[in-house]
């Protein structure tokens, strides 16, 4: 949807929009300053507490475990992902949509650095480096021009199955070597790689039946229709599936180093999980 696409009854004239007429190239099926009058998108807006709480939650575990830094870089791209989201949302403006957009490709390189060094000991890949900031320097560039969000997300979509290619590389390395890291890493893997998938489905029927959906939000009581925002639930699963993403990074790295045996994974909800060290048999 554009932001010209015609406002259907029960939202808020273009005219005394808070944050004025809307900038961005993309405007999303949820109906603008319908739930509150400061943020064009509510529920869009507010579903971005989960990027915050899990990265907030990873950031806190890579400190209190004495993890590598590269793993703090990744928790903290996810919250700038997160923030960008939010204030595009809440806004429907151009910069803050590039807020959104853009950290997402920068985060998802910081992530196939650690894959693509997870089994070194020392040092860093000064050629993998630039080779990342090189591809998110030209996906910049490039997008900012030609302002075509399906470049966007052609650009992001290269690097997730990237890192999808990497990873099973990598449990296929695993499975050799240690039979039962190879089970923690593939649930992690297919937990990761199903809220992704969900999420991606869900944003493809909100982008495609729009009409309908709206149609039966309209027909619905208050307190049900925004179970039909199915945008807010792309940032929920994107939101799991990354940070399952980093904490597979995460475990891969301590099985690459052998100290995987100091740790052990936990979980909140049966769903969430986190390292933790492990506890010291007497």
Known sequence: MRP???IIAGTIPEAINYWGDATSTID????????CKYIAEFWNT???????????????????????N????CYMAMLIVGLGSWLFHMTL?????????????????VCIYCALRADVKVGSDILVSL???????VVTLVYVQIRKPVFHQVAYGIEVFYIVLLNTRHQIEVRK????????????????????????????????????????RNALPPLFSP????????????????????????YLRLVKLNTIDEYSIRRIAFVVPYLDKAVKQL
């Not at 507010?46 to 993890?67: C, D, E, H, I």
């Open 4 to 6: 010209d696409t015609p």
């Open 28 to 35: 999303w099926c949820e109906e603008n300053y319908v739930v």
């Open 46 to 68: 507010s579903t971005n507490l989960v990027f915050f709480a899990l990265a907030l939650l990873g950031m806190y575990k890579v400190r209190t475990t004495g993890q590598e």
């Open 70 to 73: 590269r793993f703090l870089i």
């Open 93 to 109: 403006q151009y910069q803050w949509q590039l807020a959104d957009e853009l950290p997402m490709v920068y985060g998802t390189c």
């Open 131 to 137: 080779s990342l900031v090189a591809y998110s320097t």
């Open 177 to 216: 070597t240690n039979p039962r890291a190879y089970v923690e890493l593939t649930q992690l893997f297919w937990v990761g790689f199903g809220s992704f998938g969900a999420a991606f489905v869900l944003w493809n029927i909100d982008n495609i039946f729009c009409g309908s959906l709206r149609d039966a």
């Open 227 to 250: 179970l039909f925002q199915l945008h807010a639930y792309w940032h929920i699963g994107t939101a799991l599936g990354c940070y399952v993403t980093i904490v597979y990074q995460q």
